[in-house]
T-cell receptor, first 110, second 114 residues
Framework: EDKVVQSPLSLVVHEGDTVTLNCSYE??????LLWYKQEKKAPTFLFML????IEKKSGRLSSILDKKELSSILNITATQTGDSAIYLC??????????FGTGTRLKVLA | GAVVSQHPSWVICKSGTSVKIECRSL??????MFWYRQFPKQSLMLMAT?????????EQGVEKDKFLINHASLTLSTLTVTSAHPEDSSFYIC??????????FGSGTQLSVL
């Protein structure tokens, strides 16, 4: 059965800390891996990764995919209270279905 | 980015009634839309794939007679929770994608069944 697992499930840090969120997957027909941030309602898109080893960066956030290890990490440097959210990892299959991971709940304390 | 509109944002209903949730792609056509369900502190669970002009594809364990999906046009899909019960209370969220792009999500509907 296809699955996506994220770790840790939850994390509490202080402002200014750097965090690394993990996502591992077992998906038969991998197409891409995506990271979303969910604060209160709709998840908002962060990154889409299709190739191994190529880092994607947006401000203080960055992400990279390792297709050999079937995993991805999302890094957030110099965290701020506004980074507090649930971070969702999703793997897109070749049938265009998205399988979401368990999510990592991040809380950044002032 | 593309815009997906979902309505209503929240609904409270009595047990036994039916509730309809609408999902619209505002600036693109979507032959396929996806309906997810999210319980508190849990991830998104795919319920069904809505296909324009044909029957929806339901995930294993999702009752098709309970969650009726209609995708009558290229910009509108509806999810009707029939004879709702308290255990159906949840956050329902739809998504769609323009062409080969990533998924864009609606703002979600919080359903509370009394």
């Amino acid at each position: 059965e296809d699955k996506v697992v994220q770790s840790p499930l939850s994390l509490v840090v202080h402002e200014g800390d750097t965090v690394t969120l993990n996502c591992s997957y077992e998906v038969t027909n991998f197409r891409s891996l995506l990271w979303y941030k969910q604060e209160k309602k709709a998840p908002t898109f962060l990154f889409m990764l299709t190739s191994s080893g190529i880092e994607k960066k947006s401000g203080r956030l960055s992400s990279i995919l390792d297709k050999k290890e079937l995993s991805s990490i999302l890094n957030i440097t110099a965290t701020q209270t506004g980074d507090s959210a649930i971070y969702l990892c999703a793997v897109e299959e070749r049938t265009y279905k998205y399988i979401f991971g368990t999510g990592t709940r991040l809380k950044v304390l002032a | 980015g593309a815009v997906v509109s979902q309505h209503p944002s929240w609904v409270i209903c009595k047990s036994g009634t039916s509730v309809k949730i609408e999902c619209r792609s505002l600036d693109f056509q979507a032959t396929t839309m996806f309906w997810y369900r999210q319980f508190p502190k849990q991830s998104l669970m795919l319920m069904a794939t809505s296909n324009e002009g044909s029957k929806a594809t339901y995930e294993q364990g999702v009752e098709k007679d309970k969650f009726l999906i209609n995708h009558a046009s290229l910009t509108l899909s509806t999810l009707t929770v029939t004879s709702a019960h308290p255990e159906d209370s949840s956050f329902y969220i739809c998504s769609a994608r323009p062409g080969d792009e990533k998924l864009f999500f609606g703002s979600g509907t919080q359903l509370s069944v009394l």
